[in-house]
Nanobody, 124 residues
Framework: QVQLVESGGGLVQAGGSLRLSCAAS????????MGWFRQAPGKEREFVAA????????YYADSVKGRFTISRDNAKNTVYLQVNSLKPEDTAVYYC?????????????????WGQGTQVTVSS
């Protein structure tokens, strides 16, 4: 069982930055693939970024490539999402997710543990 707790969201102006964190419980964090997803009002939840277990290969949605960076610190059981050059369309609740069944994945259906989400609001 893994519990995920996100933090770091907030209100920021367009062009600004935030660092989202996701702290995980458990002793086997390094064996989990981790992902970030987001859901804007009235829209479906969408993939943002993922980092594999093991060597930490990273993957990004095209909409955030070059602006967002996912990383993990296995010693701290934490995954991060650095979000730069924010745009109003990045406004959403951002969710952290974990899976032990896949090395990495873009699909929300492959993740079996989810955090409660953290709100990111970007003003124009």
């Amino acid at each position: 069982q893994v519990q995920l707790v996100e933090s770091g969201g907030g209100l920021v102006q367009a062009g600004g930055s935030l660092r989202l964190s996701c702290a995980a419980s458990g002793r086997t964090f390094s064996s989990y693939a981790m992902g970030w997803f987001r859901q804007a009002p009235g829209k479906e939840r969408e993939f943002v970024a993922a980092i594999s277990r093991g060597v930490g290969i990273t993957y990004y949605a095209d909409s955030v490539k070059g602006r967002f960076t996912i990383s993990r610190d296995n010693a701290k059981n934490t995954v991060y999402l650095q979000v730069n050059s924010l745009k109003p369309e990045d406004t959403a609740v951002y969710y952290c997710a974990a899976t032990q069944y896949y090395r990495d994945s873009y699909s929300q259906y492959d993740y079996n543990y989810w955090g409660q989400g953290t709100q990111v609001t970007v003003s124009s």
